[in-house]
């Protein structure tokens, strides 16, 4: 399961992300995931509430009473979302598909395969699965390719299950930034209703999109940057901060997030959207 986040890329002082093509900033994020994937499972308190709230509201009639249902787990990681379907589902196959090897070796034990590739681009027969499955992996990706890609591996009827980042993730830290400059601090995510445009330009029907807020607290906002590193989350991608922040810009930046304090902490708000359509 794919981080839950938009990606600060600061840490108290850091250099920030250069623009750069598309390509390259898969191989970042890519290498990020590498690196990441020792600490990932203990970092990743949002993601697995996420990846179960996916399951929660599934439904599951279309594919589960096949024998054998073929489950793709895009964007597997280590496995967190692929064992959850196991625990419900003992005889479903499933094929874990991630872009980082290092996920990929944590995940093996938890899946039939596991194929390192790009969930734009699958390596995967027409026609094939009975349930595209993703946690959190789509917010790197164009939506148009990633469903246009389910809908070419799903069967007839098939199911696609996913979820992903909205626009409110992390706002508190966008509001926070804003005081020092104007560049990206965070990730761009799409809305709903692109989402929605996106599956039914891929072909799908009975689309059902749920949107939903997760929040985390942290005693201060290194403690907030240092769980979204651990997660492997350090790339924004085009429009980031070209060069250092200083000290007197990081002071500045958590007086800012100061205001947003609750008694339980610095919150940290993941816009989370659910989404499920039939092919």
Not at 123 to 128: E, F, G, N
Request: hydrophobic fraction near 40%; include cysteine.
């Amino acid at each position: 399961m794919r981080p839950s986040l938009t990606i600060p890329n600061v840490s108290p002082p850091c250099s920030a992300i250069t623009a750069m093509p598309s390509h390259v900033i898969k191989q970042r994020v890519r290498e990020s995931f590498d690196r990441a994937a020792s600490s990932y499972d203990q970092a990743a308190i949002v993601q697995r509430t996420v990846c179960q709230r996916l399951l929660e509201e599934l439904d599951p009639t279309s594919f589960v009473a096949k024998n054998k249902a073929h489950v793709l787990d895009a964007g597997c990681g280590t496995g967190y979302g692929a064992r959850l379907l196991r625990e419900r589902w003992p005889n479903i196959c499933i094929t874990g598909i991630d872009f980082a090897p290092s996920m990929l070796k944590l995940a093996n034990s938890d899946v039939e395969s596991c194929i390192a590739a790009d969930i734009e681009k699958l390596p995967l027969t027409t026609a094939s699965i009975d349930l595209w499955w993703s946690s959190l992996a789509i917010q790197w990706c164009h939506p148009n390719a990633v469903f246009a890609e389910a809908a070419r591996v799903l069967k007839p009827s098939g199911q696609i299950a996913f979820s992903t980042l909205g626009s409110g993730t992390f706002r508190e830290l966008d509001k926070a930034f804003a005081q020092i400059d104007r560049h990206r601090h965070t990730l761009t995510f799409v809305t709903p209703e692109v989402l929605h445009a996106a599956l039914e330009q891929a072909g799908f029907r009975d689309i059902r999109l749920l949107r939903e807020t997760h929040t985390v607290h942290y005693p201060d906002l290194k403690s907030l940057l240092k769980s979204v590193k651990a997660i492997g989350a350090q790339n924004v991608g085009h429009g980031g901060r070209n060069g250092m922040l200083g000290r007197h810009a990081w002071k500045k930046v958590e007086a800012a997030y100061e205001r947003h304090r609750t008694p339980a902490g610095l919150p940290a708000c993941y816009d989370v959207i659910l989404g499920y359509a039939t092919k």
